[in-house]
């Protein structure tokens, strides 16, 4: 699975001069299928922004970020099955 380090949206989200950013996938990088890796947050969505207008242009993607190869990278959510686990809590001797 490809990991990107940008989250722009698709180019047939952006609107007629909007100036589309474009990103490729690091060629170095790839996850192997089947292993797991930490989200740092909720999935976002992909978005962009205009210098020249301002605007802010939101895609219908969403993307996790996660840590990999000890980098933050991207991931599509709908590439990867998310699981929920209980948190880490240590406990203390008594």
Same mark, same amino acid.
């Given at each position: 699975?490809?990991?990107?380090?940008?989250?722009?949206?698709?180019?047939s989200?952006y609107?007629?001069?909007?100036? *589309?950013?474009?990103?490729?996938? =690091? !060629?170095?990088?790839? +996850?192997?299928? &089947?292993?797991?890796?930490?989200? $740092?947050? @909720?999935?976002? *969505?992909?978005?962009?922004?205009? =210098? !020249?207008?301002?605007? +802010?242009?939101? &895609?219908?993607?969403?993307?996790? $970020?996660? @840590?990999?190869?000890?980098?933050?990278?991207?991931?599509?959510?709908?590439?990867?099955?998310?699981?929920?686990?209980?948190?880490?809590?240590?406990?203390?001797?008594?």
């Amino acid at each position: 699975m490809a990991v990107y380090g940008p989250s722009y949206p698709d180019l047939s989200e952006y609107p007629a001069g909007f100036g *589309a950013s474009t990103q490729a996938p =690091p !060629s170095m990088y790839t +996850v192997p299928a &089947g292993q797991s890796y930490v989200a $740092t947050s @909720q999935p976002a *969505a992909t978005d962009d922004y205009s =210098p !020249s207008s301002g605007a +802010v242009l939101i &895609g219908a993607k969403k993307m996790y $970020t996660i @840590q990999y190869n000890h980098r933050l990278v991207l991931v599509y959510a709908a590439d990867v099955s998310a699981t929920k686990v209980a948190p880490y809590r240590e406990h203390s001797a008594r």
